[in-house]
């Protein structure tokens, strides 16, 4: 069973997630976010794209960037149904590869038009931690799972997701081409995403319209969005992880930031290129 605990190794993987795993989407019986067909001149990104976010850490005094995180899409036409290929990568800083290496490999295949996945496979080596995911998404929406751990075990699992069921990856995609246009403050939906074995639930709350300073790039209008975290080795439970995108065509991460047991953790905008639309979010 996958618990917080197997990620207590690195804050980085924590920007990737966005969200954080919460039961309260469940209990609550909020609608799950629309799948919809997507028209192509509405996409927010397109082939090319390369995101890179840096990570760091706070605790005190201590502020210090620790890793970066980098999101690149492709594509792949030869198939029956076009589909996008999303690659993400998580690297420690070199200094911090002395005392821990994070070192982890993300992969997506999901389709053009609603953005489902088909395919996923993660790669991680975090210190001595080490674990691999293969997915395959069936029509019914079940994912047909392979884990391979630290001792080499093979563990392969019929996953029941939904139709609102994603990976990481694609989860990252998905949110930003939603109609946001469609969303007024405080409405909350629920997401669920699989993850080795297992499959959790989460709830997006929409907070409305911000203006926020990204350090090397000035500031943007943003749309802020909440995730509740859970009590654990890494968070204390009580507060919530919040991020930002860019309130233009792209929705574009600029920034993330949750408390965790000692200190905050914040990931912000790196560097961006190839990007779909124009940066019309930044006003200075």
Known sequence: MTTLSGYRSTILVLFLLTLSWSSYAQESGKDCLPVREIPPSQVAFEVGEKLTIIASYTWGVVNTDVGTVTFEISENNSGRIPQFVAKGKIRTARFFNAFFRVDDYYESHFNKTDMRPTYFTRDIHEGKYFIQNFYHYNPDHSINARIIRKDRSVQDTLLPGTICTFDFITLFYFLRNLDFTAMDPGDVSSISFAVDDE????????????????????????????????????????????????????????????????????????????????LTSKIK
């Open 199 to 278: 499959i959790f639930d989460l709830y997006l709350r929409y907070d409305g319209k911000e203006e926020i300073k990204i350090q090397g790039h000035g500031t943007f209008r943003c749309l802020k969005f909440s995730a509740q975290t859970v009590a654990g080795v890494v968070f204390d439970g009580k507060e919530d992880l919040c991020f930002w995108i860019s309130d233009d065509n792209n929705r574009i991460p600029l920034f993330v930031e949750s408390p965790v047991v000692i200190g905050r953790i914040t990931g912000r905008l790196g560097s961006y290129e190839n990007l779909r639309h124009p």
